[in-house]
């Protein structure tokens, strides 16, 4: 149990602890996707750095694998209905040190970036054909 996530919420209760839970995955699951996951044997210098849509586009494709076609029902249910909701986490986060900032980062790198609903549903097709043995 991460009593910082906790604190958070307290302090801020739009978006539930497994929200926060959610994004620090995401970081990591987006640094890996992009070869960027720090190596302990990397210069320190190394940038590691993950932008705005690029982590936003990662945790959209970490929900898709996680819940499937859920994905947005599970994002709904955390209050997260808009790509600023996700920055909003992110900040809360960089606020609570959870996540480090780099001068690059700013709230406005989430700020209406694409449909989440529609980047949810992505690859799912939901048809209502025929049921087999009927009418055939």
Known sequence: MDHDLYRIVRDDPRYPVEAYEFMCEAVTYTQQMLGREPQEEDDPDTDYHVGGEELVRGACELAVHEFG??????????????????????????????????????????????DLDKALADGFELSAGKAPGKGE
Do not use: C, H
């Open 69 to 114: 076609m859920m994905a947005a029902v599970v994002f709904r249910q955390w209050n997260v209905r808009r790509t600023d909701d996700l920055g909003e986490i992110v900040f809360n986060l960089i606020r609570a040190e959870k996540l480090s900032q780099s001068d690059r980062d700013d709230p406005a790198d989430f700020r209406d970036l694409f």
